[in-house]
């Protein structure tokens, strides 16, 4: 029997390797917004974090996601992926 491809990505907090679903995706839209993509299939440049509090103060401490993106990060978007961690950590 055939084992299905699972897509690995790498977390810019802790630079290690996990299937994609596991991560949450953040892309900048070619119109330069960055947002969060729940769904993984946003068009546009993209960087995988954990759901952990570490690996995002990790990335925005060394700011990853920023070098990563090539633009400044909004604290709104922080805001909004702090919110995700702990909603994720309560499921």
């Given at each position: ?24 995706r ?18 546009g ?13 990790n ?33």
């Amino acid at each position: 029997m055939r084992r299905k491809h699972v897509p690995m990505r790498t977390c810019v907090g802790c630079r290690t390797a996990a299937p994609k679903r596991e991560l949450i995706r953040v892309v900048r839209s070619p119109a330069g917004e960055v947002s969060l993509d729940p769904v993984g299939k946003s068009p546009g440049r993209g960087v995988y974090i954990h759901p952990d509090e570490k690996c995002l103060e990790n990335a925005v401490k060394g700011r990853q996601i920023q070098r990563a993106l090539e633009v400044p990060i909004p604290d709104e978007l922080l805001a909004e992926l702090k919110r995700v961690l702990h909603e994720q950590e309560d499921q």
